[in-house]
């Protein structure tokens, strides 16, 4: 499978940014799709996730802020960033795995760079 982001930029605190996550390979549907990111110094962390049955989750400090949704029909998995602060300010990258297999025994894409600066 590969996994090809796009989205990112530079964005005032307060804008608003979608990254998109087209997979090819292998449809989706089976797959429990993610979004997580890393900044300098840190590690990787989960920012939102969508499972295959339609579940989502998000970490405490994107909720209310982030919205994934998945467009199975697309291959496509969305990230939907609102009121973004300058601590989102990261590398964002998808991911896909199997259910209830470890996320990093998936497969990842290259990454997207997004900067929340004034």
């Known amino acids: 499978a590969q996994l090809v982001e796009s989205g990112g930029g530079l964005v005032q605190p307060g804008g608003s940014l979608r990254l998109s996550c087209v997979a090819s390979?292998?449809?989706?549907?089976?797959?429990?799709m993610g979004w997580y990111r890393q900044a300098p110094g840190n590690q990787r962390e989960l920012v939102a996730a969508a499972t295959q049955d339609g579940s989502t989750n998000y970490a405490d400090s994107v909720k209310g802020r982030f919205t994934i949704s998945r467009d199975n029909a697309k291959n496509t998995v969305f990230l939907q960033m609102n009121n973004l602060k300058p601590e989102d300010t990261a590398v964002y990258y998808c991911n896909q795995h199997l259910p209830f297999v470890d996320p990093g025994a998936g497969y990842w894409g290259q990454g997207t760079q997004v900067t929340v600066s004034s």
């Open positions: 390979g292998a449809a989706i549907t089976i797959y429990d």
